[in-house]
């Protein structure tokens, strides 16, 4: 059995057992596997496995496996930073966008998306580890952005996303996990209608489902360890 295969089982248990510890329907967690570095054929393995949502950081890597792969029927994810002059490759080519915190850049990926395609799917990156993290609108510019972005035809508005700072303590790991949630349901009662709450990494998964995750986004738990960041594009 191939170590991706293996890997994938192994995942897709612990996620399972997190959510039945939650009380929660393991079908309401979804496994996006974060493939960023790893080769087209890492992907077609995973594939193999009946993995389907697969998530890219790097543009340029990313716009040469989606043309690579476009034999089978990946769900792609752009999970990256965005710089504005890169919104229409993204608006092009991705089913989803998280990390989205800037009007201005959501506003691009509306205006680019081609009219063929149904709406990008995008969530709202928020900051929920304070001056630890720089990436993410404070948890008081959520409100205003979110409904700054419902507006806009060419995107839907699916849910949230947050990096927490790293942390190796579980207990410790779920508080900036159970505030995204608390923002999550808190924009829900204004009646937005958000459907995922896009948190957790292979290091602190569990403690993301334990607070309300519906999308965990792993890569090093299924695709091994990755090369230096100097060989990312
Ligand atoms: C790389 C990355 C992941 C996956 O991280 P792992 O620790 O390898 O599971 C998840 N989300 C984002 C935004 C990433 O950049």
Redesign the pocket.
């Known amino acids: 059995m191939s170590a991706i295969l293996s890997n994938l089982q192994v995942v897709r248990l612990a996620i399972k057992n997190a959510a039945i510890v939650a009380q929660r329907d393991p079908a309401s967690v979804h496994l996006l596997a ?1 493939s ?1 570095t790893f080769p087209e054929s890492a992907i077609r393995a995973a594939y193999a496995a009946g993995q389907r949502a697969f ?1 890219e ?1 790097y543009l340029q890597e990313s716009l040469l496996k989606i043309a690579a792969l476009k034999d089978l029927a990946i769900e792609w994810h752009f ?2 930073p965005i710089q504005s002059n890169k919104t229409r490759d993204i608006a092009e080519n991705f089913a989803w966008v ?2 989205v915190e800037r009007l201005k850049i959501a506003e691009r990926l509306s205006a680019q998306r081609p009219h063929n395609l149904p709406p990008l799917n995008i969530c709202l990156q928020v900051n929920v580890s304070g001056e630890a993290s720089k990436s993410g609108v404070t948890p008081s510019e959520v409100e205003s952005l979110a409904h700054a972005l419902i507006k806009l035809p060419g995107i839907k508005l699916r849910g949230l996303m947050a ?1 927490p700072a790293p942390c190796d303590d579980p207990r410790l790991q779920q508080q900036p996990f159970a505030h995204l949630a608390a923002i999550f349901r808190g924009l829900n009662s204004q009646s937005l209608a958000l459907d995922t709450l896009s948190m957790g ?3 602190d998964f569990p403690a993301a489902i334990a607070a309300g995750a519906t999308l965990v ?5 299924i695709f091994g360890d ?1 090369p230096p960041a100097a060989l990312a594009g």
Do not use: L, Q
Request: charged share 15%.
């Open positions: 974060v960023k998530g950081n999970i990256g998280h990390g990096i990494m292979s290091h986004r792993i890569g090093t738990a990755r």
